[in-house]
T-cell receptor, first 111, second 114 residues
Framework: KAGVTQTPRYLIKTRGQQVTLSCSPI?????VSWYQQTPGQGLQFLFE???????NKGNFPGRFSGRQFSNSRSEMNVSTLELGDSALYLC??????????FGPGTRLTVL | GENVEQHPSTLSVQEGDSAVIKCTYS??????FPWYKQELGKRPQLIID?????GEKKDQRIAVTLNKTAKHFSLHITETQPEDSAVYFC?????????????FGQGTRLTINP
């Protein structure tokens, strides 16, 4: 099976802009979780979607949002970008209640 | 909520020696503990995991132990090789909540010296 894929792999934006990242889970996986990875804060949970519904949300401001489509593909959106949003954004998919497999990530740079 | 502490932050060992990384968690309801390896510029890869009904799990040179009473778990790598050099993350979650929220430790940068 193909692994988790994320597009784009790299993005450069300026402050105030918005960005949309995409994640395609492993075939058959219905749960998609999103994480932010930075050198200072490490890996932090953003939110998780299952069957097009957000089931859990981390401690991030409302500028961070997401959605999931009927084919389990997911997108996350960050509006009004800030310098501190520069990070590697990882998504992970799972079919069981726990084991998660990560995608390669999208490296977002905010200038 | 859950909090995971990981030690040490950096670890350097000679090739062939063993490496041990330790994590503690705060939520006694947590029942699933995965370990991920992340090489530079790559995605985190699941290397081993353990559930709370098991005390130890082994996969070739890698083993994980869990002490539920003390709320800590450890990764053991034996006969280390240069390709073991990477950042290792422990995590905890409570899947009984029906959600997939992994809480990660801060990571351990492991360097294997030839």
């Amino acid at each position: 099976k193909a692994g988790v894929t994320q597009t784009p792999r790299y993005l450069i934006k300026t402050r105030g802009q918005q960005v949309t990242l995409s994640c395609s889970p492993i075939s058959g996986h219905r749960s998609v979780s999103w994480y932010q990875q930075t050198p200072g804060q490490g890996l932090q949970f953003l939110f998780e979607y299952f069957s097009e519904t957000q089931r859990n949300k981390g401690n991030f401001p409302g500028r961070f949002s997401g959605r999931q489509f009927s084919n389990s593909r997911s997108e996350m959106n960050v509006s009004t970008l800030e310098l501190g949003d520069s990070a590697l954004y990882l998504c992970a998919s799972s079919v069981t209640a726990d084991t998660q497999y990560f995608g390669p990530g999208t490296r977002l740079t905010v200038l | 909520g859950e909090n995971v502490e990981q030690h040490p932050s950096t670890l350097s060992v000679q090739e062939g020696d063993s490496a041990v990384i330790k994590c503690t968690y705060s939520d006694s309801a947590s029942n699933y503990f995965p370990w991920y390896k992340q090489e530079l510029g790559k995605r985190p890869q699941l290397i081993i995991d353990i559930r709370s009904n098991v005390g130890e799990k082994k996969d070739q040179r890698i083993a994980v132990t869990l002490n539920k009473t003390a709320k800590h778990f450890s990764l053991h790598i034996t006969e280390t090789q240069p390709e073991d050099s990477a950042v290792y993350f422990c995590a905890a979650t409570d899947p009984r909540q029906g959600a997939q929220k992994l809480v990660f430790g801060q990571g351990t940068r492991l360097t294997i010296n030839p």
